[in-house]
């Protein structure tokens, strides 16, 4: 519903910020990775997510969208709430609490305070493989960055329309673009990864 605020820092505090959107405040809870990130900066943005409970509409604030999207994760998992969520990624950065969930660590998860030794299971068996293939993904360069995705995209869904399977079609556009680099058009892209699968 928030996506994010952009706006003047009014109150900085290691668990919370207020900032001020065109004369209105927003109390925003942080984790202590986003508090040292903003320092004493005066105006920020901060990606949010919005928590609805019965009691109260809570507002989440990350100055990474990473960080963000690591919380998002944790509170998918049961058990974890969004107060345990910011409790963890304030005891590790993201890169930490991904590290010790790919490791499949977890001692590392249990030494955060209220986290016992199902919650740290639970986390690692949900997690584990879908922040593998983000870090997999992360660490493709060619593939993922800039115009040369959206090329990789659009050949992708002409693919799997024309009836390719999803691992084949991927495998194939790969394939054709780490050979032809940026020069290849959408077209040609999609006849050759055709013939290659």
């Known amino acids: 519903m928030i996506a994010f605020l952009k706006g003047r820092l009014v109150h ?12 209105v405040g927003y109390l925003v809870h942080i984790s202590l990775q986003t508090f040292s990130d903003i320092k004493e900066q005066e105006n920020i943005m901060l990606h949010t997510h919005l928590a609805i409970r019965e009691d109260a509409h809570v507002l989440f604030g990350f100055s990474a969208e990473s960080e963000k999207r690591l919380f998002q994760q944790l509170i998918s998992v049961n058990g974890v709430g969004p107060s345990t969520a910011v409790v963890m990624l304030s005891y590790m950065n993201s890169q930490e609490l991904k590290s ?11 030494s955060i305070k209220g986290i016992g030794g199902k919650t740290a299971q639970r986390v690692i068996i949900e997690l584990r493989d879908k922040l593998k293939k983000e870090n997999w ?25 024309l009836g390719l399977p999803k691992a084949t079609a991927e495998k194939s556009v790969d394939a054709v673009l780490k050979k032809s680099g940026n020069t290849i058009t959408l077209e040609n892209l999609v006849k050759q990864a055709l013939k290659n699968a």
């Open 12 to 23: 900085r505090d290691p668990t919370h910020v207020v900032i001020d959107v065109n004369g």
């Open 100 to 110: 010790a969930i790919v490791r499949e660590d977890a001692a590392a998860l249990q």
């Open 137 to 161: 993904e992360e660490s493709q360069p060619t593939i993922s960055s800039g115009p040369h995705n959206t090329l990789r995209k659009e050949a992708l869904s002409a693919l799997l329309v």
